[in-house]
């Protein structure tokens, strides 16, 4: 594995899955990226000088010729959009560099051999799923235990329908079941986890990562972990723990599952009865914002086909 060389501060400009494949380039392709980026970006300082220039050439400037050309032959909106752009050539000026950043990287990448090179990363292909000893269907008593694809069950006063299952494996402790449930276009997650004679059960949706804050993706980057505390929709939440281990798809389709590389961030509410949770997978980061529910809320469990 590469350290990071040079200035840190181009890589603000490259998604976290890229950078996550920065980090294991040689130093001559990391060199070469910000030799590259040193000759490609724009200058937020430049754009603005360009902006009371006066010819007025700052959208040219990041490459929009089509609506800098629209701009002089409007008088700048007639004074509205010259106006306008004052307050939006800082995230011009990000979205050029974002751009360039990620063709640069892709080229070198592609120079290199990265993609090829990690390609073949075999080692989670030999690992399995941990066995759950899940017990079979019962229609008379019905539990989370009998969940699988395709089944379907009332909560909240809908009926959801499992769409896909995963397994999450964890190091230091017992599996969680995750399922992606829908009702017509509504998506939540249902995912629960044995604990002794009980079972935490959590119902949550998908939030972005960044209304929860802007430099999260940065911040678990740098520093490697999010904050002790977060907010979001006007609820404080504390981290209670992090977790590393496997995610893996479970299909009835699929015979052979393979593991994916995980790492969770789990916050709760002071009074423990909303939850957020962050997840690292595949390169990308996710939130998940819920609340932690009684097991037995969950009713009518039914296969698809009965």
């Known amino acids: 594995m ?30 070469e990226f910000f030799q590259e980026m040193k000759k490609f970006k724009r200058s937020k300082v430049i754009m603005y000088l360009l902006h009371f220039f006066p010819l007025h050439v700052s959208l040219g400037y990041v490459g929009k010729w089509l609506e800098q050309f629209l701009f002089w032959i409007t008088g700048g909106g007639f004074g509205v959009w010259w106006l306008v752009l004052l307050f939006t050539i800082p995230s011009e000026i990000k979205n050029f560099n974002r751009k360039v950043a990620q063709e640069i990287f892709k080229d070198i990448a592609l120079k290199y051999g990265i993609k090829k090179r990690y390609k073949h990363t075999p080692p989670k292909a ?38 896909e299952e995963y397994q999450q494996d964890f190091k230091m402790k017992n599996s969680e079941r995750l399922f992606v449930c829908h009702h017509d276009l509504e998506e939540k997650f249902l995912r629960y986890s044995n604990e002794g004679y009980f079972k935490k059960v959590l119902w949550s949706k998908a939030v972005n990562v960044f209304q929860i804050d802007p430099e999260l993706e940065r911040k678990i980057r740098t520093q490697g972990n999010p904050a002790n505390i977060l907010y979001l929709n006007g609820h404080r939440f504390y981290k209670e723990n992090i977790e590393s281990g496997l995610m893996f798809k479970v299909s009835k389709s699929d015979a052979d599952v393979v593991g994916d590389s995980m790492k969770t961030w789990h916050y709760f509410n002071e009074d423990r009865t909303l939850t957020l949770k962050i997840e690292s997978y595949r390169n990308k980061l996710k939130a ?9 809320n969950i009713t009518d469990i039914l296969p698809y086909k009965v």
């Open 2 to 31: 590469s350290n990071l060389i040079l200035s840190q501060k181009d890589l603000k400009y490259l998604p976290y899955s890229m950078l996550v494949e920065f980090k294991e380039m040689p130093q001559e392709a990391q060199y």
């Open 126 to 163: 030999l690992i399995k799923p941990k066995v759950l000893n899940l017990p079979e269907f019962d229609p008379t008593q019905p539990t989370l235990d009998h969940l699988k694809e395709g089944f379907m069950f009332d909560l909240d006063g809908k009926t959801w329908q499992i769409v």
């Open 288 to 296: 998940f914002q819920g609340k932690v529910i009684d097991e037995n």
